[in-house]
């Protein structure tokens, strides 16, 4: 039923124009998706609503806006170009490639509380013979978590092996794996047209080294002072394989990130970690409208934690292959400003105007994906309404889309497309509203039609121009939700909609 709902959800983003598949005239790219009119309008909602709520309403955050191709000493100094890998691994049959934790866990997600516990247990008695003795209590809590993250990629090779997964391509029993083997996420850049590593770059794959680097000219250029953020909102590249759940996790990808620096003699990091939770629930319950009951936090066990984060925990939804990480927040203590004040032996440190200290801040660091976030307010709009009894209303899907969201907040229509008087009444209507709102015209099909049209892409109110208003200046306007209608004096109309949406 769950996979169902994201066939169709994907049948529509593509039949509405939200998401098309990437290069697909020639015959797609793999892991790479372009949006449509609708999603692109959806993009953007999401990105300026983000800015506007953690960069324009707060006093102590500011925004950049760094370069997509940097230096490939950021890089090294981050630790991604030796450690930024994905456990691979590939069916010697077929020769499909996994990633390894994709796999394990798509496996364990299927077992029941008693199967987990007995391959735990179990797993004991084939270790005894093997170098990976002294890993057994990992590899039990990681059967029991269900998380594999921060397992050795020999220590994923046994567990594929021992459960056994079977390659979902060939689907032959017992599949043949090789050894997993790290890939490196990064994509290389050669500038220039001398080869060698002095015209070597990276397509950065987050934006948060780039807050890093700019650190210094942030405090140095703005009146900032501790605690605050740097927020920035852009492109992130990684070569990722992924098991096609459309946007969820593709090669290219906007990532909203903010290091919120600390001193940490003065701020206690615990309380802003919690305060940071409640900052992103009430964004994506208030401002973004998610239903509370698909979402919950999970907080990273002891394998999973990079050595240097204190804590780290994933806000989750509920997508239709499961629970996923939507959102994460990682106390990363002064690590990032560390290493890279130690590569370019630039001094990274605040001085305290009062007592002259000199502070390396720590930061937390809250870091979203907006193309997941738009994939779940996809799923969690998406509707299917049987009519009421008797209504002779047909079968109907509507994306429930926060009206904040929505790619167009209204949606006005002449009754009749051939009638000259209702088609420039709704014309100037449409300007009118266009003037403070995003408006869609529509004079196609029947009236029935194009409801099922706006439904679909989520458009919250449509106003229709008859014969009546001609008369009485008045237009028809129906909710999205509950498909009631009334009736709007033309003169009302942008204060009724605005007033709605505030
Ligand atoms: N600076 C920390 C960082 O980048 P991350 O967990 O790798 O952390 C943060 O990424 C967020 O970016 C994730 O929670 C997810 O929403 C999004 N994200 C990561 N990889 C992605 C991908 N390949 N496609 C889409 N979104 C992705």
Redesign the pocket.
């Known amino acids: 039923m769950a996979e169902n709902k994201m066939e169709k959800l994907i049948a529509l983003c593509k039949r509405r124009g939200f998401i098309y598949p990437g290069s697909e005239i020639y015959g797609g790219l793999a892991n790479t998706y372009d949006y449509g009119p609708v999603g692109v309008e959806l993009l953007r909602n999401i990105k300026n609503l983000w800015w506007d709520y953690f960069v324009h309403a707060r006093p102590d955050i500011v925004g950049i806006d760094g370069s997509i191709i940097s230096h490939h000493k950021i890089w090294e100094a981050s630790g991604h170009v030796s450690g930024f890998a994905d456990a691979m691994v590939d069916c010697k049959h077929c020769k499909a490639r996994y990633r390894a934790d994709h796999l394990i866990e798509h496996y364990l997600e299927d077992q029941s509380e008693s199967q987990i516990k007995a391959l735990a247990e179990n797993i004991e008695i084939g270790l005894e013979t093997t170098d990976l003795r002294s890993s057994k209590r990992k590899l039990q809590n990681a059967l029991r978590n269900k998380k594999v993250e921060g397992l050795a990629p020999k220590e994923l090779g046994y567990l594929i092996n021992y459960l056994p997964v079977f390659c979902p391509e060939c689907k032959i029993e017992p599949t043949a794996w090789t050894s997993v083997r790290k890939f490196n996420l990064l994509f290389p850049v050669q500038l220039g047209i001398v080869e060698g590593e002095g015209g070597m770059g990276y397509l950065r794959g987050?934006t948060?080294q780039l807050i890093f680097t700019n650190f210094r000219n942030v405090v140095d250029s703005t009146r900032v002072k501790l605690p605050f953020g740097i927020a920035q909102l852009g492109k992130s590249f990684?070569n990722?394989i992924t098991p096609g759940n459309s946007v969820?996790?593709?090669i290219e990808?906007e990532?909203g990130?903010i290091e919120y620096f600390f001193n940490p003699r003065e701020t206690d990091w615990e309380y802003l970690f919690d305060e940071w939770k409640r900052t992103m629930d009430q964004f994506v319950t208030g401002k973004l409208g998610i239903k509370s009951e698909n979402l919950r936090w999970r907080r990273h066990t002891d394998a999973e934690l990079s050595f240097y984060s204190k804590r780290t925990e994933d806000m989750e939804y509920k997508f239709p292959f499961g629970f996923k990480?939507?959102?994460?927040l990682a106390y990363r203590t002064d690590y990032d400003l560390a290493r890279h004040m130690e590569a370019s032996g630039q001094e990274l440190v605040i001085t305290d105007p009062k007592s002259g200290e000199k502070i390396l801040p720590h930061v937390i660091?809250p870091?979203?994906?907006i193309?997941?976030l738009l994939l779940m307010i996809l799923i969690d709009a998406y509707t299917e309404e049987a009519p009421s009894a008797g209504s002779g209303q047909a079968n109907r899907t509507v994306l429930k889309i926060s009206p904040k969201v929505a790619p167009y907040k209204v949606a006005v229509f002449p009754l009749l497309a051939n009638k000259e008087a209702l088609v420039g009444k709704a014309r100037e209507i449409f300007s009118e509203l266009q003037k403070s709102l995003s408006v869609s015209f529509d004079d196609r099909g029947n009236i029935g039609k194009r409801y099922l049209y706006q439904d679909e892409i989520g458009t919250p109110w449509c106003v229709t121009v008859d014969f009546d208003s001609l008369e009485d200046d008045a237009v028809t306007v129906r909710d999205r939700d509950s498909m009631q209608q009334e009736r709007v004096p033309v003169t009302a109309l942008r204060d009724y909609f605005l007033s709605k949406l505030a």
Do not use: D, H, Y
Not at 325 to 328: K, P, R, S
């Open positions: 987050e948060a990684r990722e969820f996790r593709t990808f990532q990130e990480e939507l959102w994460g660091e870091a979203v994906g193309n997941r």
